[in-house]
Structures are given as structure tokens and as C-alpha cells.
């Protein structure tokens, strides 16, 4: 799957591409955006939230396990020279401590957190 980004309508505003769906970026105010989408570590972020809610809710769906709904949160910016994601996990259903350990086992290995704790290489290819 390859990402588009292109500019928008707005002064900094960017369109990204994925595959069918499209979204918006931009930047806050203070840094001359207009605040029409998400900034780009909200979306990192996001996709950490997301990677963990959809990992999580399918493995707990073929254990039949009673997770109703899971909800995440996270928290990021910059902290003692590094970049930093807390993530919160909120459980909901009839989950015993050790159930919920172990779903918050399975959320630390979904793909986006593997990859964000993994060796990352961006490659510039000017065209």
C-alpha cells in the first residue's frame, strides 16, 4: 500500500491518500495551520490507538472471550529527550485481572506498536 500526501486548501493544509479513503492533515495555528485535520503525531499516535483497539478485539473475538468494547488513549509528546506514546487501555466486559493481562500482552504486540519499538529506516528517493 503506498501514501499519498498532497496540499490542500488550506495554507498549510495537506491531503493524505490511502488506497480509497482520504484525510486531512494540517498544522495548529501558532505554527500558521488552520487546524482542519489532525497533526501528523496525533496521526501517529492514532494509529498506535487504533493498531491496539483492532488487535486486541479480534484476538479476544477468536478466543470467544467477553471483551464488550475496548477503549484507548493515548498521550504523546516529547519527555526527557525522547519521544514518548502512553497508552491506555480501558477494558470493558466480564474479564478476570489475568484476561486483561493478557490482552494487554496481545495490544503490545500489535503491528504499529512492534514497528514503533523496532529499528526504523526512512529512505528518501527524490524524483
Known amino acids: 500500500m503506498e501514501i499519498r500526501v498532497h496540499k490542500g486548501q488550506g495554507k498549510l493544509q495537506h491531503v493524505i491518500e490511502i ?3 482520504s484525510l486531512l492533515t ?3 495555528k501558532v505554527y500558521g495551520g488552520e487546524e482542519t485535520g489532525p497533526e501528523p503525531h496525533d496521526l501517529l499516535a492514532a ?3 487504533a493498531c491496539t483497539a483492532l488487535t486486541v478485539k479480534m484476538y479476544a473475538q477468536r478466543k470467544n472471550m467477553d471483551l464488550q468494547d475496548i477503549e484507548v488513549r493515548i498521550a504523546h509528546g516529547q519527555h526527557d529527550g525522547a519521544y514518548q506514546l502512553t ?3 480501558r477494558y470493558i466486559g466480564n474479564l478476570s485481572d489475568e484476561d486483561k493481562q493478557h490482552l494487554t500482552d496481545i495490544a503490545n504486540k500489535c503491528p504499529v506498536h512492534k514497528t514503533l519499538s ?3 529506516r526512512i529512505v528518501n528517493e527524490l524524483e
Request: glycine share 20%.
Open 87 to 89: 497508552r491506555h487501555i
Open 47 to 49: 494509529a498506535l490507538g
Open 118 to 120: 523496532g529499528e526504523i
Open 19 to 21: 488506497g480509497p479513503h
Open 26 to 28: 494540517d498544522a495548529p
